[in-house]
């Protein structure tokens, strides 16, 4: 039977797009990290929607797993196969075609596997903007992107990729296709299905193209890193920030002083930009479609944050190499902690009022549970998201470290849950976080989302192992 279907699906796809060589196979089947492997009969890489259908139908006409994989840049195993041999990795990375931009409706419609930084510069390309933004843009796919309802940069102003998505095309598990690639902003005709599919990670169906949101392109940007005394005047300089912009701004990220260190410690071209050390730091952007004064009401901003005690110090960019530079320092923290040690993350959200609250509770007690430990936690604030990473202890063992990752977990996540937050604001929750979901949602809730799981792929063949089993 697997050769047969093996002979079907190669002639189903073409040559070369039925890859079962083990060195060819090799890089669908690990996790970016190395933290999951896993097995498969083989790894299909289908042209166009139709092909989809046609193998996903293959595969349940013979109980065989289908495990969506758009970039393979997740955190947390989502697109990686489980142990066994009867799955089939799907992925999309031929599916990356732009089928239409449409500038008057503000819309772009793309195939799943199309790499995130190639739409945002299709919209530049008509004066507007796409703005999911995150680090892996130069690599993930849209289609990932959407099934694990990505988050990035630029949260605060614009929303997560649920947000910024009209329409969708998906495979389901039947191997029938939905055509949901509808450009409306407003349609009240029944149950709004695009929304089951967006963050399932592949579990109900496979998305295989999308209508996503633009908007006006930025016409004038203005950068500050903000030096300041706690993490609560973060969330009050935001504020202040929203209202004094008109709800102009586009990032809002949070770093600690070891962050920053580490990032200075490790990374090339990494300085810092002042001649004092601070406990935290604010790295702040505001932009507009017009050609107002951002930097005027800007500046004024910061003076009066600086004279209510919110601010210490402040350097905002004169040029795109400085505000390149800034955002450097932020976006080498996850890099820095690699090479400083081992390290254990947590992806978790609060109300962004209780960001302080959390990050207090959350220090004291991982000290408390391991000495030495080194907390670093940075972030989107602005929309209460903060990766609260751990690293390790000075000269300890990185290994043993990381035997303490479930522990780790369940402190972290226990206190979130008590302040009514979320264990995974936007990496998914893939294999990793599985049991952790299980503890620490409602039981109405995961028995809402079983019962759509086995409403939509009654065989259990879509991605199995994966958000609820």
Not at 103 to 132: H, W
Not at 344 to 366: C, M, N, Q
């Amino acid at each position: 039977m697997t050769g047969d279907i093996g002979a079907r699906l190669e002639t189903l796809l073409g040559p070369g797009h039925w890859l079962t060589n083990p060195g060819d196979m090799a890089p669908y089947l690990v996790e970016r990290r190395g933290l999951f492997h896993g097995a498969a009969l083989g790894v299909a890489r289908p042209g166009n929607t139709d092909e989809v259908a046609a193998l996903v139908r293959l595969c349940a006409e013979n109980g065989l797993s289908v495990v969506p994989q758009g970039g393979n840049t997740g955190l947390v195993g989502g697109a990686v196969p489980l142990d066994s041999a009867r799955a089939v990795v799907v992925s999309t990375e031929r599916l990356t075609r732009i089928r239409a931009v449409d500038p008057a409706n503000f819309t772009l419609t793309a195939e799943a596997g199309c790499i995130l930084a190639s739409l945002q510069e299709a919209a530049a390309k008509v004066d507007r903007l796409f703005p999911l933004s995150l680090a892996a843009e130069g690599s993930c796919r849209i289609g990932g992107n959407l099934s694990t309802n990505a988050g990035g940069l630029n949260v605060l102003r614009y929303g997560t990729a649920r947000d910024l998505t009209l329409g969708l095309e998906v495979v389901l598990a039947d191997g029938r296709v939905w055509d949901g690639l509808t450009g409306l902003r407003k349609d009240n005709t029944g149950y709004d299905l695009r929304d089951l599919f967006i963050g399932a990670e592949g579990t109900l169906g496979i998305i295989t193209a999308a209508v996503l949101k633009l908007f006006p392109a930025p016409k004038s940007m203005e950068t500050a890193l903000i030096a300041l005394p706690d993490v609560a005047s973060a969330v009050d300089i935001l504020a202040r920030a929203r209202q004094a912009s008109g709800d102009c701004v586009t990032a809002c990220e949070l770093m600690g002083r070891i962050g920053l260190e580490l990032a200075i410690a490790h990374m090339p071209r990494c300085r810092d930009p002042f001649t004092a050390p601070h406990p935290w730091y604010l790295l702040l952007e505001v932009s507009s479609p017009g050609a107002g004064d951002l930097r005027g009401g800007v500046e004024a901003m910061l003076a009066e944050a600086m004279e209510a005690g919110l601010a210490a110090d402040a350097v905002l960019a004169g040029s795109s190499e400085q505000r390149q530079a800034l955002w450097r320092l932020r976006e080498s923290i996850p890099e820095a902690q690699t090479r400083e040690g081992a390290s254990i993350k947590h992806d978790v959200a609060v109300a962004t009022g209780r960001v302080p609250e959390l990050i207090d509770r959350v220090t004291a007690a991982v000290k408390a549970a391991a000495p030495g430990i080194r907390p670093v936690p940075f972030g989107h604030i602005g929309d209460g998201n903060i990766h609260f990473n751990l690293t390790q202890p000075k000269d300890a063992d990185g290994a043993a470290f990381l035997e303490r990752w479930e522990a780790m977990n369940r402190i972290v996540h226990d206190i979130v849950a008590d302040m009514g937050g979320s264990i995974s604001a936007e990496h998914g929750i893939g294999r990793l976080k599985r049991d952790e979901l299980a503890r620490t949602k409602s039981p109405v809730a995961l028995d809402l989302m079983r019962r759509i799981k086995i409403a939509l792929d009654p065989a259990g063949t879509m991605n199995p192992g994966k958000v609820i089993g």
